[in-house]
């Protein structure tokens, strides 16, 4: 009891803290005090100010707002699906959302409007068309068989990595070096209009998942079992995949493909603080948020004043601490 | 797989159960906590949102590429150029001086080798750009991402959008820029002086017997320029056919079958960018297939990357320098005219 209440209090702040610590960071050198003065609106110099609000603080916030989307998404695709290497990508997700946003920007669509608003259409339509043909092609009757669905996912996410690379032949250099870019994983600095927009979008879809996290624990333990403890499974399934298909095709839009964040973030925290989804899933928002703002910091500073694509920081860092854990948790088995 | 062994199942040990007591409050707590540290930072950041009022009195305005009107109340003194191209400009109208940052790669005029690099022309680096306080940030039409333009504007930044895609395009960049920054005279003279020269080699070479020319720009995949790229019509004006130049567009990738099929006379390369792509390295290659006329002539150009890939000013340079090699006959004539004026 007393242990988890100083880790409610403990959380946060320490989320604060890196948050603060990491908006600090960046490519023009900002001090504790100017930052103060910025957060508390006391006489800081314009220049700072814009910098801090307007280029950094965005930025931060959809790093997180994406950390928390593809981390939590990967843990409940995980649990709906039963298979530990569960996540957006293998279900086609990532990968219909990609081809919309590439179609889009392949043909030059983003150049209509500001850039910002009509890749995200594609894309969430995109990622929509692969799960409606992935559910639709797996279902049989009114059952939801999880093998079928797991490989018809696999396959298409084969086959439209395969029509992305097509469509980059046809490319001019200067686009496919945009598309490559964003393929790799860039965190953009959105608007405030638009972060707002997003952020209410990833916390509808935060709580219509939430709740749902004492029915994926029943789940675990099989469909069956599930059923006869009484929860409506195709009607869960139907629910979590649609919501989080729309989540992931609405960050995949912005940010590309960040790969790692979904599964060894819900990983991670299976290891420290177990499997009940009740706790997982928001530690999963909290964990994923935070990794994510390290991540996209590590991008903007280490090769300063350009970047790094933020998917290579996530599967750098993510691959080998993923690996290491494997195999303590292995070595422990063996003991 | 066995699912049990990576943590996926509940399982129902003495701790969890401990743990459950408590999830619902928890599960509340963390919720509502999120939302607050969110909604705290967005209202304090939505102080600061109001824009600036821009008061207009005898303002200035020039309007770009982009149909984006710029308003200046004072010519601009502190100038950010994220494009090689209107760096180069800027040297030849005698501006460089108010440069106070320039795009990686940007190696012309050398009086800006010590200037901050602020990231390069296709992937700006925002913040360090804010951090110099430009009055005027140039950008690349064909390399700025509109979402980093979109954004240094709503900051009440002015940034110029200006598109270099052929000569033309270069010469009206010249005049602009020296209309913007009060360098008028220098700009006239030096986009005369350019056009000129322009004229002068291109008339000069016309008459001449056209030889078939390949640029060859990589070789994995074998890469040339198209109709809708800059150097089709450079080659072109240097009195030589662009064999790819009837592909609609910029850099057409090619079989190597096609390129025998079409015999070019001459090989064009550009050297300076290292490693793959110089002519050294590509020659090995090229040299296997004996059936291509300029292969077996053995007649390469070679021309100086920064001159011909810049799309800047130094382009007239580029052009004398393909036209020397394509009709050797009127190298000194060539010369002659590169001479006669100053830069």
Not at chain 1, 102 to 120: D, E, K, S
Not at chain 1, 265 to 294: K, Q, T
Not at chain 1, 295 to 312: H, K, N
Request: contains cysteine; aromatic residues 8%.
């Amino acid at each position: 009891m007393k242990n988890c209440k100083i880790l409610l209090f403990a959380i946060p702040i320490c989320w604060v803290l890196i948050f603060l610590f990491c908006w600090k960071s960046g490519t023009v050198i900002i001090t504790w005090a100017q930052l103060k003065n910025t957060v508390f609106g006391e006489a800081a110099s314009n220049q700072t100010n814009i910098i801090l609000l307007h280029v950094r603080l965005p930025r931060l916030l959809l790093a997180a707002l994406t950390g928390a989307t593809l981390s939590l998404t990967g843990a409940v695709f995980q649990a709906l699906l039963r298979n530990p290497l569960a996540d957006p990508y293998i279900l086609g997700v990532s990968g219909g959302s990609a081809l919309g946003a590439v179609v889009a920007m392949g043909f030059g669509l983003h150049l209509l409007i500001i850039g910002f608003q009509i890749v995200p259409i594609f894309a969430i339509c995109g990622a929509l068309l692969t799960i409606l043909f992935v559910y639709n092609f797996s279902r049989v009757g009114n059952y939801l068989p999880t093998q079928t669905m797991l490989l018809a996912g696999i396959s298409l996410q084969a086959m439209l990595s395969a029509l992305i690379l097509f469509l980059q032949t046809l490319l001019e250099p200067l686009q496919l070096m945009q598309v490559f870019t964003w393929l790799m994983g860039n965190i953009p600095t959105p608007e405030y209009g638009n972060l707002l927009w997003i952020f209410l979008y990833v916390a509808l879809a935060i709580g219509v998942i939430l709740p749902q996290a004492r029915h994926l624990n029943a789940l675990t333990l099989g469909e069956l079992d599930a059923q006869i403890v009484g929860i409506d499974v195709e009607r869960l399934k139907k629910i979590l995949f649609f919501a989080c298909s729309l989540l992931t095709g609405s960050i995949v839009a912005l940010t590309g493909l960040i790969g790692f964040v979904g599964i060894i973030i819900p990983h991670l925290l299976r290891f420290l603080i177990g499997p009940d989804h009740r706790r997982l899933l928001p530690a999963c928002v909290i964990a994923g948020s935070i990794f994510m703002v390290v991540a996209d910091t590590l991008a903007r500073v280490l090769l300063s004043p350009t970047e790094i694509p933020v998917g290579v920081i996530t599967a750098l860092i993510g691959g080998p601490f993923f690996l290491f854990l494997l195999w303590k948790n292995k070595r422990k088995g063996m003991r | 797989m066995n699912i049990a062994s990576f943590g996926l199942r509940v399982t129902r040990n003495p701790k969890s159960k401990f743990f459950s007591i408590n999830n619902k409050i928890m599960n509340q707590n963390y919720r509502t906590m999120l939302f607050l540290i969110f909604w705290i930072i967005l209202t304090v950041c939505s102080q600061h949102l109001q824009a600036e009022p821009v008061d207009s009195g005898k303002t200035k305005i020039f309007i770009d590429d982009t149909n984006f009107s710029l308003h200046f109340d004072n010519s601009p003194k502190r100038i950010i150029s994220v494009s090689p191209s209107a760096t180069e400009i800027l040297g030849v109208i005698e501006a460089d001086s108010m440069l106070v940052g320039v795009s990686l790669y940007s190696y012309y005029p050398p009086s800006i080798k010590d200037l901050p690099k602020v990231g390069s022309y296709v992937k700006p680096n925002i913040e360090q750009i804010i951090s110099l306080n430009p009055d005027l940030v140039v950008m690349s039409y064909e390399g700025a991402p509109r979402s980093d333009v979109n954004h240094l504007r709503r900051l009440n930044l002015n940034v110029a959008v200006l598109r270099s895609e052929n000569f033309s395009d270069i010469i009206k960049n010249i005049n602009w820029l020296g209309e913007v920054l009060g360098h008028k005279k220098e700009a006239k003279e030096a986009a005369g002086n350019l056009e000129s020269r322009y004229k002068q080699i291109r008339s000069l070479v016309q008459g001449m017997p056209k030889p078939r020319a390949f640029y060859s720009i990589a070789l994995n995949p074998i890469t040339s320029v198209g109709a809708k790229s800059f150097i089709n019509s450079l080659i072109y004006d240097a009195g030589g056919i662009n064999i790819a130049g009837d592909i609609d567009q910029a850099y057409p990738r090619l079989t190597i079958e096609s390129v025998i099929a079409m015999s070019p006379d001459v090989m064009i390369f550009s050297s300076g960018m290292g490693n793959a792509l110089d002519m050294e390295n590509q020659l090995p290659f090229w040299k296997r297939w004996k059936s291509i006329p300029a292969v077996r002539d053995q007649r390469f150009v070679e021309v100086d990357h920064d001159l011909i890939n810049r799309s800047g000013p130094r382009v007239v340079q580029a052009l004398a320098s393909i036209a020397q090699q394509l009709h050797p006959e009127k190298a000194e004539e060539i010369q002659r005219i590169m001479k006669n004026e100053k830069l």
